[in-house]
């Protein structure tokens, strides 16, 4: 068990809510190789980097509070993390489930959740009545949590939640926990885990299975007292002869049963990455931003002129600059996605290499790696996992990309600057370095680098062999123009192959995600709906006619990319002749990888179009702009380009509001594990 959120306070007010913390900081002295505190999702990472549990401390009443919303300081300042805005009853800020007459939230309940927001404390609205829970996720600029229910529709008790809220915290990416109380569960006791999961299935149905969890409401070892003190505290003097806490369901009696949880969500139908993230995941990635301040928005930089007189056509870096303040990785989450999945990979990798604990460094390289945000989450993994193999031997990860790449952003991630977890701080002795060279050309010495990472960058070409006429493309090219493409694309990664090849060990492995075309003539945004790449041709040809650009400046405009089939990307490992080959690099597997597109399968959940296209277009816009950008005259102006740029995609985000259905770009990858040989 990674985490665990206590209960500090049910009807207590603030001096005994710190008495509780007093008695856990105590706890945590005494026991400091079993449990440590928590107070965001990097201390999370260190206990389970440390083997120890992380106690995360919560709320499920504002009593502590009392009358002074400057105790939320306070008691975020000692460690809280959750608070309710009632338990139950009314309080001060909200009504609870129980009162008969729900009036929403209070004056001081506004206060409270703007105070909560800008210090980073999630509002927690288990206990609260239906209108005073849809008001808080409406009032919230933040994700908000049900920390322990279960859909209303399922177990009719007053207390569990309706469809119309689930759907509300789903719209707004709060998070449900799926409660195991028994007074919770359809039956009682009585019911099935096989029922229960079929629930858990329902319900992510409705509020998006990245934004649900498990809330289990254990209450182990606890005497028959205290439920009758959660159930009255000292402001009711009614004995209902409550006989005490009902017995667990025997497939749930503590947390020792989680893997029958995770039986039972396969038997339902997920797929093993929902499971991680129903059981633990979702929750981390939630506290990531959860638990920090809020900040103010960040401008990024516009479009600036060129200054080194570069061709819009020629070398790729001249305008694959990024926007800066983490533009990127905050507007591709599909990418990170990807990536995410192809941790067991890499895991797998460095588990075969049988490294050899050490003085020497293990060095990793991570070739392409943007403002490095959508491969953090998977290096912060697989740097612990293989800290865990080489306790020892320091740790080099080195990032690579162009150099008018945003590595400023780069290093504002790797060293917590950020509202996202990094494994800096967190790993011990890993040591982060950047090089501003192409992966077209050598960056390392040879045989100096153990584990060799790419993830959607080897498409891109050194520079365009020649403009479509037709097309902004490759994959919308014919002829002769389509195969110079391909005939560059084939040279460079025959020379990217074997530069890497020169650069790893004996024994090193090499794991890439290519962008490509699958066995099935599917491609990033050609996966059977609308196509992405003719829509970008289309709406650009339009401002052609139009008069908005010139047809020049529509025929300069070429993504510098090529899509390789599988027989393109694994003809240089099959071909003795190949530089490749006669390094030694070999390969061990390759597949292909489709990853659903984040805002289709949202949109899915919430069918709202104008909120799917205000979201789905800044993800377009992330990448392709700078290709845009690119074809337009160098006599522009920087407010011309913006203002065109602006027209171009507001007209795709219109067209997807007012049709949106087919719009998605699923991502397509061709996976490639290759290893060079020790002889």
């Given at each position: 068990?990674?985490a665990?959120?206590v ?27 079993l449990?440590?505190p928590?107070?965001?999702?990097s201390d ?20 502590p509070?009392e ?15 959750f608070?309710q805005?009632t ?10 489930w129980?009162?008969?007459c ?8 506004r ?5 909560m ?11 609260a009545?239906?209108r005073?829970?849809l ?5 919230s ?9 279960n859909?209303?529709w ?16 789903g719209?707004?990416h709060g998070?449900l926990?799926l ?8 039956d ?18 409705v509020v998006?299975?990245r934004?649900?969890?498990?809330g289990?409401?254990?209450c182990?070892?606890?005497?028959d007292?205290m439920l ?19 017995p ?6 503590d ?7 995770a039986?039972?969500?396969?038997r ?7 499971i991680?993230g ?19 928005p ?13 061709a819009?056509?020629?070398m790729?870096?001249?305008?694959m ?9 905050q ?10 999945q192809?941790l ?14 050490g003085?020497g ?8 790696c ?10 912060r993994?697989?740097l ?7 306790p ?10 162009l ?6 952003q ?6 917590n ?5 990094s494994?800096y ?5 890993v040591?982060?370095?950047?090089s ?34 037709n097309?902004?493309?490759m994959?919308g ?23 890497r090849?020169?650069e790893?060990?004996?024994g090193?492995v ?9 066995e099935?003539?599917?491609?990033l945004g ?12 289309s ?10 650009i010139?047809?020049e400046e529509y025929a ?11 027989e ?12 490749a ?7 061990e ?18 069918g ?22 690119a074809?337009l ?10 203002d065109?740029?602006d027209?171009f ?18 991502y397509?990858h ?7 040989s020790?002889?």
């Amino acid at each position: 068990m990674s985490a665990v959120h206590v209960t500090l306070a049910y009807h207590q007010k603030f001096d005994a809510a710190v008495a509780h913390i007093v008695d856990w900081n105590g706890r945590f002295r005494t026991n400091t190789d079993l449990v440590m505190p928590a107070r965001d999702a990097s201390d999370i990472d260190r206990a389970i980097s440390s083997n120890r549990t992380a106690i995360i401390f919560g709320l499920q009443t504002p009593m502590p509070i009392e009358d002074d919303v400057g105790l939320i300081e306070v008691l975020h300042a000692l460690g809280v993390r959750f608070m309710q805005l009632t338990y139950n009853n009314q309080s001060l800020l909200g009504s609870g489930w129980m009162e008969e007459c729900d009036s929403g939230i209070t004056r001081m309940g506004r206060q409270a959740i703007g105070e909560m927001k800008r210090l980073g404390m999630v509002i927690d609205m288990s206990h609260a009545g239906e209108r005073t829970t849809l008001e808080a996720i409406d009032l919230s600029e933040r994700p908000i949590a049900i920390t322990h229910a279960n859909p209303i529709w399922w177990s009719s008790t007053k207390r569990n939640k309706s469809k119309e809220v689930l759907k509300a915290l789903g719209e707004h990416h709060g998070m449900l926990g799926l409660s195991l109380y028994p007074n919770h569960l359809q039956d009682g006791p009585h019911t099935s885990l096989d029922s229960f999961c079929a629930m858990a299935a329902e319900a992510a149905n409705v509020v998006g299975v990245r934004n649900l969890g498990i809330g289990s409401d254990l209450c182990q070892d606890q005497p028959d007292s205290m439920l009758r003190w959660m159930r009255h505290g000292r402001w009711s003097r009614t004995d209902d002869d409550l006989a005490g806490f009902p017995p667990q369901p025997e497939w749930f009696r503590d947390n020792r049963d989680f893997p029958k949880l995770a039986e039972g969500l396969r038997r339902a139908g997920f797929a093993p990455a929902e499971i991680s993230g129903i059981l633990g995941e979702n929750w981390h990635r939630f506290m990531r931003t959860s638990f920090t301040p809020a900040r103010e928005p960040v401008e990024t930089r516009s479009i600036s002129e060129p200054t080194d007189g570069t061709a819009p056509q020629a070398m790729t870096a001249s305008f694959m600059a990024m926007k800066g303040s983490g533009y990127y990785s905050q507007s591709t989450l599909g990418a990170r996605d990807a990536i995410n999945q192809a941790l067991p990979l890499v895991m797998a990798a460095l588990e075969r290499m049988s490294l050899e604990d050490g003085d020497g460094a293990l060095r990793v390289a991570d070739f392409g790696c943007a403002d490095g945000g959508t491969s953090l989450e998977m290096w912060r993994s697989a740097l612990g996992f293989a800290r865990g193999l080489v306790p020892n031997r320091p740790i080099e990860i080195v990032y690579t990309d162009l150099p008018r790449n945003d590595f400023s952003q780069l290093f504002r991630l790797i060293h917590n600057q950020t509202d996202v977890a990094s494994y800096y701080g967190q790993v011990d002795r890993v040591f982060p370095f950047a090089s501003g060279t192409s992966f077209h050309d050598r960056i390392f010495p040879e045989g100096s680098v153990d584990l060799a990472f790419s993830a959607t960058a080897s498409h891109y070409l050194s520079k365009v062999p020649r403009n479509i006429s037709n097309h902004v493309h490759m994959v919308g090219a014919r002829g002769a123009e389509r195969q110079s493409f391909e005939a560059l694309g084939r040279a460079e990664w025959d020379n990217m192959l074997a530069l890497r090849a020169k650069e790893l060990k004996p024994g090193g492995v090499l794991v890439f995600l290519n962008f490509g075309i699958d066995e099935h003539g599917r491609y990033l945004g050609h996966t059977g709906g609308v196509s992405m790449f003719d829509t970008y041709n289309s709406l650009w040809q339009t401002l052609a006619n139009e008069g908005v650009i010139t047809q020049e400046e529509y025929a300069s405009t070429n993504f510098p990319q090529v899509y390789r089939t599988t027989e393109q990307f694994t003809a240089p490992l099959r071909d003795p002749s190949s530089a490749a080959f006669k390094t030694g690099l070999r390969l061990e597997h390759v597949g292909s990888l489709h990853t659903v597109c984040p805002y289709a399968a949202a949109f899915a959940q919430h069918g709202n179009a104008d909120r799917f296209a205000r979201e789905f277009i800044p993800n377009l816009r992330s990448w392709s702009e700078a290709t845009f950008a690119a074809g337009l005259s160098p006599t522009r102006s920087a407010r011309e380009k913006i203002d065109i740029l602006d027209n171009f995609y507001d007209r795709y985000e219109q067209l997807v509001a007012s049709a949106p259905e087919g719009h998605a770009m699923d991502y397509i990858h061709i996976v490639l594990v290759c290893r060079k040989s020790k002889e």
